[in-house]
């Protein structure tokens, strides 16, 4: 029986050598764990940050085409960034594609990629035993916060989000945690309205500053974060839970 990937599909998983990952978190994953096998990434892969292999295109938008010209025996993609129509051209065109969740916790993450690695390559990467035992812990809450990812307009984390379960094992509690939508849209008033104790501004996907973001949150403590540490369930969380304790003890006024 074929192993199946996070929605249930039956994939082919033998060893592959031949890697295209649609994932930037997954990308860094697998570059860091089996190196040869990865020859395709998205623009968006910033890491590792000497990564040298044949770039595809967007996230959303990748260039089926060029994928296909790789003629990759696995491309790995996700259920949030990517879009279903793609996956399904590349397997209409007998390629192997392996899906994964959007995890809402750090712990489904790192389970997901446990799995893969296992699964595929028989492996379970020091750097994925190190982020397990890093992130066990969950400290009381200590302060809720506000997380703008976007403006103009306005787009914030909510409910079910693995940047949501990162903070609250930090001590931080989303205020938009319990909101219908995983990525609410609210007004810039409304977003004001929830008083949070802190509004935490990454840099990306949108490039928040101290001169674009904190304008707009007048009297509200900030603090400005790498977007990587907050949202990538990669090699990162390694590096993410000391990274963003330091960012956050040190919140602008």
């Known amino acids: 029986m074929l192993p199946a ?58 260039d089926v085409d060029k994928v296909m010209q790789l003629q990759p025996d696995l491309v790995i993609a996700n259920s949030e960034e990517n879009r279903p129509e793609d996956v399904e051209r590349l397997r209409a065109n007998g390629i192997n594609v392996w899906v994964t969740e959007a995890p809402k916790t750090v712990p489904m993450a790192l389970d997901s990629l446990k799995r893969l690695f296992n699964l595929a390559w028989d492996l379970t990467p020091d750097w994925l035993t ?24 306005w787009v914030v984390v909510g409910r079910d989000t693995f940047a949501t379960d990162v903070l609250r094992r930090l001590g931080i509690e989303n205020v938009y945690a319990a909101d219908e939508e995983r990525y609410p849209r609210p007004s810039l008033e409304a ?63």
């Open 191 to 253: 977003l004001n309205d929830k008083k949070p104790d802190l509004v935490i501004l990454p840099d990306e996907p949108y490039v928040f500053t101290h001169d674009d973001g904190p304008e707009s949150f007048p009297g509200l403590p900030y603090a400005l974060v790498n977007g990587r540490h907050l949202t990538w369930y990669g090699p990162s969380l390694v590096e993410a839970r000391a990274g963003l304790g330091k960012a956050l003890d040190y919140g602008q006024g």
């Open 130 to 153: 190190e982020a397990e035992s890093l992130w066990q812990e969950t400290k009381p809450t200590k302060l809720t916060a506000l997380i703008p990812v976007w403006r103009r307009p």
């Open 5 to 62: 990937d996070d929605l249930g599909e039956p994939v082919p998983l033998d060893q592959p050598n031949k890697v295209v990952s649609l994932v930037p978190s997954i990308t860094e994953a697998v570059a860091r764990s089996v190196p040869a096998a990865l020859i395709g990434a998205t623009d968006y892969c910033t890491h590792p940050e000497d990564l040298d292999v044949r770039r595809i295109g967007g996230s959303k938008y990748p």
